[in-house]
């Protein structure tokens, strides 16, 4: 897994921002800190970057898990260590809804519903985003369990798309939301969530949250 956290047992010599006993969420992805992304403090981007449970690395879900400091963050005294194993995926959201403008009364189509704890701080970021009333969550994946999951957490509506064009996969989002969605959010790494992303959107905004090598707009 690499959504964690943890209570500090050793530290390095130089470390000076953690103390043993701390309570730490651990960010997952190591940068390189030297590329140009890096550089420009846009590091969740590094195509260098060291990922908890991507092979080679290891994941956290570990007794014991060695992790840079400047990469943990404590936890204040009112987040257990349960609440803060969520805080990754809470960000990831919460860095998406920013970049795509998600606020109150937006239409967000999210495509791929496998991330669970992604997709539901998704859902809680959209629906918090501003003003009280909730965002209208729209889903696609090709998996119908994990559509029950989003339609059972929050997910206004949900479509299957295995074996439908992108085109004709837009038009019955389009139909059955009454309009196109404001964002896409692309949580699957598919080609295909790229594509219907510019189909089903009236004006182009796709926000990207899975890493595909083939994307060319990685937010
Ligand atoms: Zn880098």
């Known amino acids: 897994g690499h959504e964690g956290a943890g209570t500090v047992v050793k530290i390095g010599s130089k470390v000076e921002n953690l103390k043993v006993g701390d309570r730490v969420a651990i960010e997952p992805g190591v940068p390189c800190l030297r590329c140009r992304v890096c550089r420009e403090g846009r590091y969740n981007l590094c195509p260098g970057m060291q990922f908890c449970a991507t092979p080679p690395v290891h994941g956290n879900l570990s007794r014991l898990f060695r992790h840079p400091a400047a990469f943990c963050h404590r936890l204040p005294d009112n987040v257990d260590l349960e609440q803060g194993a969520l805080v990754e995926p809470l960000a990831v959201a919460v860095h998406a ?15 791929g519903a496998g991330k669970k704890l992604l997709v ?5 970021t959209a629906a918090g985003g501003g003003g009280g009333a909730a965002a209208a969550e ?12 989003a339609k059972d957490n929050g997910a206004d509506y949900v479509i299957n798309v295995r074996g439908l064009e992108e085109p004709i996969a837009a038009q019955q989002i389009v ?18 969530s790229m594509t219907l992303g510019i189909h089903v959107n009236m004006f ?10 083939y994307c060319v707009i990685w937010l």
């Open 97 to 111: 809804c920013r970049r795509g403008g998600v606020k109150a009364g937006s239409l967000v189509l999210v495509c």
């Open 120 to 124: 539901l701080a998704l859902f809680a």
């Open 138 to 149: 729209y889903i696609g994946d090709i998996d119908d369990d994990r559509l029950a999951f």
């Open 175 to 192: 139909s059955a939301a009454g309009g196109s969605p404001d964002v896409t959010i692309e949580c699957s790494g598919s080609d295909y």
């Open 204 to 213: 182009l905004f796709i926000d990207l949250v899975e890493m595909n090598p």
